[in-house]
Structures are given as C-alpha cells and as structure tokens.
C-alpha cells in the first residue's frame, strides 16, 4: 500500500515551499466551490444583503445625468428595502411586535367590548386616561400602529413565501447536482475496494437509495441523491398557515357580531338586532349578516351538589329550547349546555348565565291589577343571592287618583337561613326555601326623559320611598303566596307562588373562525416538519483504480451539522457492501493522490 504526496511542488529556484502554499490553497479553493455547489439549494432561504453604499454610481453632469443617478438611487433603496421587508428576521421581529401589541388589548378595557368600564377607566385615572386614548390604547386591534405592523407583517410573509415556493418548486423538478470531485472532504464519508464492476456498484447504489425513498438518479461516474424535501415543505406549510391565520382572525374582527340575551322560561328570542340586551359587531359588519332564526326557552333545569366540599357546583345546567331557522321552519327541540352551543348556519348560542324570575302582582287601591309579570333578578353570589328593580311604569293612580308610577326594590334568596340568623343570603342556589324582600317607591321613575336607565337599578331622585303613619319604611320579607300592602290605601304587591328561571344566551358570529384552526394545526405541523426533518444529500461513486479494482466512494452532506448523517451514511454503506463487498486484498494503493487509507464503510462513515 502505497500513497503519492501530489502536496507540494519543487521548485529549482529554491521557491518550492511558497508554490507548495499556492497549489494547497488553490486546490482548496477548489475544492470549498465545489463543497458550495454540491450543497446548493439545500434551502430556499433567501440570502442576506448588507447595507449598501451608493446604488447611483457614478454621476454624469447636467440635469439627465442627475435625473438618472436619483431613479437608480430611488430603486436601488427601494429593492434594497423590500429585501429586508421580506427577509425572516423582520417576519419575526413583526410577529414579535404582534404579540407584544397585543397585551394592552386584555390588560386594558377595550371600548369596543365595554365602553362603560372605558370610561369608569377615564374617571379614576385622570393622567394615563387621556394618554392611552391618544395612543389607541382603549381601541388596540383598530388602532393605527397595530395594523401597521399587521399589515407589514403579511405583506412580509407573501412576500418572503412566493419566491422561496417558486424557487422550491424548481427544485422538485429539477435534479440533485453531481457529485464534488473530492468526496473525502465531506462531513460523512467511507470507502472500500470491490471486485464489482463500477456499473453494477452504481445500479446496487441506486436501487437501495431509491429504496430509502431518496430522489436519486447516476450523473457520470457517480449516483447523486438527494431526501429531506418535507422539511423546506413544512416551512412553507408554517407560513403559508401564518397568513391564512393572519387573514381569518382579521375577517373574523371585520365580520364579527356577538349579542347577550336574557330570556325568561316561556319567552323567546328572534335573532334581530332589536331583540337584543346588548349587542357589539366588527367594523364591516351589516344586519343582513344575522342569522334567520328564533327560539324558545322552555324550561331551564339546574341541580347541585347537597353535600361535601363541592356543596352548591351545578352538576345539571341545561335550557331546554325549541328553535327553528328561517321565517317559515319547522320547530325543532334540542338542549342547550354550557360549552355544547347550539349551532344554526355561522351562529352559535352559549348558554352563558342562569337566575330567578320570581312572579309579582302588583294592584291599586281599588283592587285592579295594573302590573303582573315575572321580573328577572340579577345573581350577585354563587349561591344566587339576588336583586333587581319592579318598575311599574302605567297604569296606576293613587289613592287620590293621581296618576303615579312604582318602583320596588327588589331582594331574592333561593334558600334563606331564617329570620335572626345574620344577614340576608342565599345558603344554596336551589329554590328550598324562597324569600323575597321588598321595600317600595312611588313617583316618577324618570323613564319619560328619554334616557337610557339599567333595568336593574331604581331612579328615586324624582320619587318617594313609602312609609306608615309612624314615619317608617315600608318594607317586608315575603314567602311565596304572601302580599305587602302599601300604606294610605296605596294598594298591595304579591309573591307569587310561581317562581320562574331565566337563562342567558349569548349568540356569536365569528367567520373565519374554522379557517384559524385549520392553519393553527397547520402551523404546529409544518414547524415540527421542519425542525425534525433533515435535508441532506448522498453521493455514491464508483471508479476503477489503476490495479484494475473498484474503488467505492459514499459521503453525504446536510443541511446543518447532525450526528444522523453519519449514521444514516452508515447504514445505507452497509447495505451497498452486502451485494458489492470488500475484496479480500486490501494492500493496492487508492488512485486518489489525497484520498483517505481504505476503510469498512460504516468506519469511515463514522470517522468523519
């Protein structure tokens, strides 16, 4: 065995070290260029540009050569800009921006969510109200700055994905390059000497690496392969999802619509904008985007826990309903739980809160009922301590036969404690033993003015509060069954024994909102496609040597340094030296001047 130092030249003149250094460094030129090539397009990433200097050039003087210097700088710049627009790092700085902008939107009460927390926000902070309002911060996701870099944003990702999906489907068609002159200078190599003929080792190559699913094809004297295309396919997928997400969360902002509903057990709701408590809607948004459809609240049923630490958790809550869609459709039962909405076309209908609607009557002095209604209170505990207002707006005179009207305030407790037992609250939220108090008002209840009032709430500055001959309030704990009467013949306010159950129901319309998951999975998908895949190449090549034998090259070269290159050359080595195995007499020098001592494949695999 012998080898031939081709290293180093001599040189007569006593220059022969320094022509030695040059032919080194020449051929190690050469041989980085040819590493370069064979690694090409191993990604579709595109490539950094520096800061340039002038895009003008030289200037030539009058006013053409002027106009020409200023547009080759304007485009220059220009270029030069998207470049950078386009590039990853300004996409991730900008979803970073994103991320970050977004914050202030759920630290900060939103306008558009609950304009009456905005302003009680402006109110108790005199300084920083009147500064987030000039910075939109009461408005985030509409505001100025955040669809700046919303739009930037997608304009980055378009335009850093089309050309890279161009460029990677020219790949795919396209061909792996042949293999470098010098396969021992890539990271994974092995070699070995076989009686085989060079074409029958290159057929053996070719079929096991097709058989490993690489792309593979033989180019001259070698077999080029090439495995690793989902990994560049999984970047893409990530951003091409980041924009649908991009684009469905910015239509579903613009289209949106979301409304409250409180219903009482017997009424019914029409999904129009008038039949709403509270209604709030996207940008874009029109009425003609509601969804026909109407329901009923037939009976909401809610049972909990007697005992143990969970004592008073629903473990039934439900509203039973019955719906139909569109002006003339056919009634429809179903039952609405919490998180299990009902979904009519793009609308779906939470079941979001439940109270009691106790049943009062309410007459004059002479006996005629003027007011008889279920009054929905609001819960103010877990177990549903409640309150709310009795307006009585029409038809009731007084005793002296003046018009008036009535007010009652309002507090409920499905299951009291009992008199003396501390203060007035609910022990469970289930109806066990129901008591309503009321104390009552008469007047005017300020509705007449044309101002919006909470339903909830009792406007007494224009009424006043009853009271008996002895100057006291006329208030009252009352059982179902039981009547208040108002003093001075004032007339009287029933509990009825029918206490009723109301559900809240909120109903949302958010388009795009399926498109948002869809590219959410997508994303989590094409991002572990390209961290966990490896893009690399393999290179098998056959040549005969100056004895007559064949001498077996394999190496491969990744994207990224990766201990499985290694391994993965290895084995396919291993399985390639099966049909085409080492010749027993390994002592014949290698034709390569340069090239590694004959090694076992997985050896030399590992070796490097």
């Known amino acids: 065995m012998s080898t031939t130092d081709t290293g180093r030249t001599t040189d007569p003149g006593g220059a022969g070290e320094p022509a030695g250094q040059d032919a080194r460094a020449s051929q190690e030129a050469r041989d980085a260029r040819e590493i370069g090539e064979a690694g ?51 996409a991730l700085i900008l979803l970073f921006l994103l991320s970050l902008g977004a914050i202030p939107g759920s630290l900060i009460p939103q306008s558009n969510q609950d ?34 870099i919303y739009i930037l944003l997608f304009i980055s990702l378009i335009g850093c994905i089309v050309p890279r999906t161009w460029q990677f489907v020219g790949q795919l068609r396209g061909r792996p390059p042949g293999a470098p002159k010098r396969l021992s200078r890539l990271p994974a190599y092995a070699t070995w000497r076989t009686e085989a003929e060079p074409e029958q080792v290159r057929e053996i190559a070719l079929k096991v690496l097709k058989q490993r699913r690489f792309r593979a094809h033989i180019e001259k004297d070698a077999v080029a392969a090439e495995k690793g295309y989902l990994r560049e396919t999984g970047n893409l997928l990530f951003h091409i999802a980041l924009i649908v997400m991009l684009v469905a969360f910015a239509w579903g902002q613009l289209f949106k619509s979301e409304g409250n509903k409180l219903i009482v057990e017997g009424d019914g709701f029409s999904n129009t904008l008038l039949s709403y408590d509270d209604f709030k809607s996207g940008n874009l948004f029109s009425t003609d985007d509601l969804t026909p459809f109407s329901f009923n609240l037939k009976e909401f049923t809610g049972t909990y826990e007697r005992t143990g630490p969970n004592k008073g958790t629903p473990r039934t809550y439900q509203a039973a309903v019955t719906y139909s869609v569109g002006a003339y459709g056919k009634d429809r039962k179903t039952v609405v739980k919490v998180n299990e909405p009902l979904v009519i076309g793009d609308s779906k209908v939470y079941l979001t809160a439940h109270g009691y609607a106790p049943v009062v009557t309410v007459r004059d002095g002479k006996g005629n009922v003027v007011y008889h209604d279920a009054v929905p209170l609001l819960p103010l505990d877990s177990n549903v301590t409640s309150q709310g207002a009795i307006k009585v707006m029409d038809g009731y005179k007084n005793a002296q036969g003046t018009t008036e009207q009535l007010g009652f305030s309002a507090f409920f407790v499905p299951t009291f ?106 994303a989590i998908f094409g991002l572990a496609g390209s961290l966990f895949i490896q893009r690399r190449r393999v290179w098998v090549r056959a040549t005969t040597g100056a004895d007559g034998v064949t001498v077996v090259e394999m190496a491969g070269l ?47 695999a590992e070796k490097q």
């Open 40 to 90: 090409s397009q191993l990604s579709t990433a595109p490539v950094e540009t520096a800061m340039p200097g002038s895009f003008g050039g030289a200037r030539t003087p009058g006013a053409t050569g002027w106009i020409a210097w200023t547009a080759r700088e304007v485009i220059g710049w220009a270029r030069w800009f998207w470049r950078q627009l386009t590039s990853m790092r300004v």
């Open 115 to 148: 304009a009456a927390k905005v302003q009680e926000f402006k109110a108790a902070h005199s300084l920083l109200g009147p500064l987030y309002d000039r910075l939109g911060l009461f408005h985030v996701y509409s505001s100025v700055w955040f669809s700046a």
């Open 417 to 522: 404690a009992g008199a003396g037992k501390g203060d007035m609250f609910s022990q469970f939220p289930s109806l066990d033993y129901p008591v309503l108090a009321l104390s009552g008002f008469h007047g005017s209840l300020g509705v007449d003015a044309g101002l919006p009032q909470n339903v909830y709430q009792l406007e007494t500055s224009h009424m006043k509060q009853f009271k008996d001959a002895k100057g006291a309030i006329v208030k009252s704990r009352l059982l179902p069954g039981e009547t208040m009467k108002l003093p001075d013949g004032a007339g009287s306010i029933t509990f009825d024994k029918d206490i009723k159950e109301w559900a809240n129901f909120q109903v949302t319309q958010q388009p795009g909102s399926d498109w948002a998951l869809a590219g959410a999975f997508t």
């Open 558 to 604: 990744g994207r990224s340094e990766s201990a499985k290159l290694p391994e993965e050359l290895g084995d396919l080595a291993a399985l390639v030296h099966e049909q085409a195995p080492t010749k027993p007499d390994e002592d014949a020098a290698p034709t390569d001047a340069d090239a590694e001592p004959p090694v076992s494949a997985a050896e030399g």
